[in-house]
């Protein structure tokens, strides 16, 4: 077996004592360490890859960042070339993973080559600003972050307990390393979930136990959707079970937790059997944060202390089918849409709060009007969370899987 | 050499397969794993504690925790019983570091645990709340932070990779471990400064290399003063050079970077030598946040697109001095002030926009009314970033530092 390398990224002006210690540490361990340096001064010492190269994947010019001392945009473009560094060379099987260590700019880049990396392959970033908001920095990945505790000055007493620990870990995972992490042992299924349609999702996690299949839930939270979404990028799903497609009016009407407007994509662009329900789309969500003013007059449920609930409108509902039939009209593989005509949460349901069914009609006649001939839309006289509602879409999703496979295998 | 231990600290009712996947493969690099339960549930397999144990540490009972049902008075118990488990047991040299994996929930009581420990000791939280916010769990320690991706469900395709690299990681850090951190090799001197004290502290570095010590500075952004405090009471530090005390000027007038009500007193506590000069408190910080109205006839500086600067008053800085008087005169070792009268920061200068010889006159005036006779007060006809200022402050403290050895080591 030959040795695993790991990517070094670091400004080598200003952290040149701390990426040596580190470089020494981990191929002390037995593991190789490619020096990517980005810094726009004069490197401590001679890196594998220049900053020039770096600056010139990020299409900028080195000359021209060191002449207009604009950290900002320096730090763009650097964040640009390490990324698209990183990619090529973990494709080309030159590194297993990326380490960094820096400050908060050091931060964004050495975060910006690790989030480019797929699921599973060390990222281990040593950051003086890890003890506060991150996520812009850990993004959707399984990032390692290692708080520095005080800013770096060379190694001593105190920077060397942290350097020594961060190789230890880097290293550690580099060589913990195995069989592709893609691999098809566990036939894996993502679903999207929140605790108003919990029922369903469990439901459904059981018949596809029966079937051979784990299901995956995250949570549709913004960062739950967008995390489902860059996991089946990665190819480790079998099939989707998209039953939860809240973040959509979050991200049409204005809530706290959209996914953003790429959610729904990466099933489609990859061909991946999807299952797709208007879960909790009877909802808009405040969470922390107040509910603006130009909704005053709507309807609203507090849900707990944190969060306050807005009912999706008639009109909302035009638009958020719009959107939903415009993502899966681009879908190159199998999509069935289940409308529940009794409700699409434990709030949107006889007797509740939020139990709309002419609200609901709007969204069902808008997906109606802007599906096209390639997704399937089945309405089905029930509620999201009675149990045939999860066996439908089992059975639509295991349909599709037995298909896709004889079509891929072919 | 005996193998080294590491906690694992997990809620056995819900995590189970996780902490029975984690410890086998920390097991399996060398590193002996001691299980400890803080669930409220029937746990998957027996604990090495159980969290009967852990409630009581807590001051709370197993038992009516259970009957409650009311999960943020458990979390509080457990993360106090944790805590306390932790501190004793890393004391007791029965375990090395602490690992968890966990929700919000795990989280908070993971990290509680963690944050007992002294810098270095291994501490690793799996969390799957590693993309947000977490300077409330990591604090002011050396938290290794692993974002779990998705939320724990079993062993599977997405949650084995990510507790494999934890595994390897903690296993990695703990068998990195050497000599204790504490050890006196490197003669270590703790800093505060901003970038208007930033020429003292500099120049106060060059001269403590000259005599043998390295200068560890820490920006007084309120986490900085917090750090500084909390390595100082871990004894990383033979003195204390606190030239930049301008947290008290968030912490009495309501700005918001304060280190919090207890700044001042860690060196005091374990009687190391300290000079404490009145660096920027000529200003009160609002970064990232609008100056409240009461403030809007004061006079206020625009410092840059996130940072707006409100001049002390005359009235705030009786009270300043008051409250740093009162620290002080608490400290067990050596103290000196050093008062330079000629400005306390870049912008508090002849010329410059918060010069304000009056204001600065009343700080003076308090310390001098409020100071006992433990405290020496120098006055400096100076300007704090004079060099010959930042040659008085290291003179001071390497007398306090000849002369507490001298006495320490009779």
């Given at each position: 077996m030959s040795r695993k390398a790991l990517a070094l990224i670091v400004s080598?002006?200003?952290?040149a004592p701390e990426a040596a210690y580190l470089r020494e540490r981990i191929a002390a361990q037995g593991v190789d360490v490619v020096v990517i340096d980005f810094g726009?001064?004069?490197?401590g010492f001679v890196p594998d890859v220049p900053a020039e190269a770096i600056a010139t994947l990020g299409h900028g010019d080195i000359a021209a960042l060191r002449q207009e001392r604009n950290r900002a945009a320096a730090i763009d473009v650097m964040m640009r070339g390490a990324a698209a560094w990183a990619a090529k060379a973990y494709i080309e099987k030159r590194i297993c993973g990326v380490v960094s260590v820096g400050g908060s700019g050091g931060t964004a880049v050495g975060t910006a080559a690790m989030r480019v990396l797929p699921f599973g392959a060390p990222k281990v970033m040593v950051s003086t600003v890890a003890a506060s908001d991150i996520r812009q920095y850990v993004g959707t990945r399984d990032v390692t972050m290692i708080n520095s505790v005080v800013d770096f000055a060379g190694i001593n007493a105190i920077s060397e307990p942290v350097l020594r620990g961060a190789a230890a870990a880097a290293a550690g995972m580099a060589l913990a390393l195995k069989a592709p992490l893609t691999s098809k042992k566990g036939r894996l299924v993502a679903a999207s979930q929140f605790g108003v349609t919990t029922p369903a999702i469990e439901h459904a996690g059981r018949l596809l136990a029966e079937a051979g299949y784990t299901l995956v839930p995250f949570h549709a939270t913004g960062i739950g959707g967008r995390t489902m979404e860059d996991l089946i990028a990665d190819r480790m799903f079998d099939g989707v079970l998209d039953l939860t497609t809240t973040e959509w009016a979050d991200e049409v009407v204005g809530g706290t937790l959209s996914a953003g407007a790429?959610?729904?994509e990466a099933a489609g662009k990859l061909g991946i059997a999807q299952v797709v329900a208007p879960g909790a789309l009877d909802m808009v969500n405040f969470f922390m944060a107040p509910v603006p003013d130009r909704f005053a007059l709507r309807k609203l449920h507090?849900?707990?202390?944190n969060v306050t609930l807005l009912r999706t409108s008639p009109s909302e509902n035009t638009e958020i089918g719009r959107r939903i039939a415009q993502k899966l009209n681009a879908a190159a593989g199998p999509v069935t849409v289940l409308f529940?005509?009794?409700?699409?949460s434990a709030l949107d349901a006889e007797g509740q709060v939020f139990f709309d069914p002419q609200a609901d009609a709007v969204l069902l006649q808008s997906l109606k009007d802007n599906l096209e001939a390639n997704v399937q839309l089945e309405e089905l006289d029930l509620h999201i969370n009675d149990p045939e509602f999860a066996r439908a879409a089992v059975s639509a999703l295991l349909a599709h899987l037995g298909n896709w496979e004889t079509t891929t295998h072919a």
């Amino acid at each position: 077996m030959s040795r695993k390398a790991l990517a070094l990224i670091v400004s080598l002006d200003t952290k040149a004592p701390e990426a040596a210690y580190l470089r020494e540490r981990i191929a002390a361990q037995g593991v190789d360490v490619v020096v990517i340096d980005f810094g726009t001064g004069e490197p401590g010492f001679v890196p594998d890859v220049p900053a020039e190269a770096i600056a010139t994947l990020g299409h900028g010019d080195i000359a021209a960042l060191r002449q207009e001392r604009n950290r900002a945009a320096a730090i763009d473009v650097m964040m640009r070339g390490a990324a698209a560094w990183a990619a090529k060379a973990y494709i080309e099987k030159r590194i297993c993973g990326v380490v960094s260590v820096g400050g908060s700019g050091g931060t964004a880049v050495g975060t910006a080559a690790m989030r480019v990396l797929p699921f599973g392959a060390p990222k281990v970033m040593v950051s003086t600003v890890a003890a506060s908001d991150i996520r812009q920095y850990v993004g959707t990945r399984d990032v390692t972050m290692i708080n520095s505790v005080v800013d770096f000055a060379g190694i001593n007493a105190i920077s060397e307990p942290v350097l020594r620990g961060a190789a230890a870990a880097a290293a550690g995972m580099a060589l913990a390393l195995k069989a592709p992490l893609t691999s098809k042992k566990g036939r894996l299924v993502a679903a999207s979930q929140f605790g108003v349609t919990t029922p369903a999702i469990e439901h459904a996690g059981r018949l596809l136990a029966e079937a051979g299949y784990t299901l995956v839930p995250f949570h549709a939270t913004g960062i739950g959707g967008r995390t489902m979404e860059d996991l089946i990028a990665d190819r480790m799903f079998d099939g989707v079970l998209d039953l939860t497609t809240t973040e959509w009016a979050d991200e049409v009407v204005g809530g706290t937790l959209s996914a953003g407007a790429t959610r729904l994509e990466a099933a489609g662009k990859l061909g991946i059997a999807q299952v797709v329900a208007p879960g909790a789309l009877d909802m808009v969500n405040f969470f922390m944060a107040p509910v603006p003013d130009r909704f005053a007059l709507r309807k609203l449920h507090r849900h707990n202390a944190n969060v306050t609930l807005l009912r999706t409108s008639p009109s909302e509902n035009t638009e958020i089918g719009r959107r939903i039939a415009q993502k899966l009209n681009a879908a190159a593989g199998p999509v069935t849409v289940l409308f529940p005509l009794r409700g699409f949460s434990a709030l949107d349901a006889e007797g509740q709060v939020f139990f709309d069914p002419q609200a609901d009609a709007v969204l069902l006649q808008s997906l109606k009007d802007n599906l096209e001939a390639n997704v399937q839309l089945e309405e089905l006289d029930l509620h999201i969370n009675d149990p045939e509602f999860a066996r439908a879409a089992v059975s639509a999703l295991l349909a599709h899987l037995g298909n896709w496979e004889t079509t891929t295998h072919a």
